[in-house]
Nanobody, 124 residues
Framework: QVQLVESGGGLVQAGGSLRLSCASSGSTFSRNTMGWFRQAPGKDRDFVSAISRSGGGTSYADSVKGRFTISRDNAKNTVYLQMNSLKPEDTAVYYC?????????????????WGQGTQVTVSA
């Protein structure tokens, strides 16, 4: 069983930055794709970004390209999401997730384990 714990959320003004972290338990972290999703009130859980096992491959939603950067440290079993130039529409609960698949899935049902989420609020 994999446990994921997100941190780093908070309240920030538009144009500001936040870095989210997601720490994973277990010994299989380096063998799994990691992803970030977000869910605003009343909306579906949307794909934000994913990173391959080695970190050499990444994928982003069009809405965050050029502003967000995903990275991982396999020695620390942690994945990060650096968010710059934040906009009010980025406000959501952000979740990290584990996919045992070897590619970079964008569908939530392709992920096997989820964290509890961290709130990001961007004020105008």
């Amino acid at each position: 069983q994999v446990q994921l714990v997100e941190s780093g959320g908070g309240l920030v003004q538009a144009g500001g930055s936040l870095r989210l972290s997601c720490a994973s338990s277990g010994s299989t972290f380096s063998r799994n794709t990691m992803g970030w999703f977000r869910q605003a009130p009343g909306k579906d859980r949307d794909f934000v970004s994913a990173i391959s096992r080695s970190g050499g491959g990444t994928s982003y939603a069009d809405s965050v390209k050029g502003r967000f950067t995903i990275s991982r440290d396999n020695a620390k079993n942690t994945v990060y999401l650096q968010m710059n130039s934040l906009k009010p529409e980025d406000t959501a609960v952000y979740y990290c997730a584990v996919a045992e698949a070897g590619y970079l899935p964008k569908k939530a049902n392709s992920y096997d384990y989820w964290g509890q989420g961290t709130q990001v609020t961007v004020s105008a």
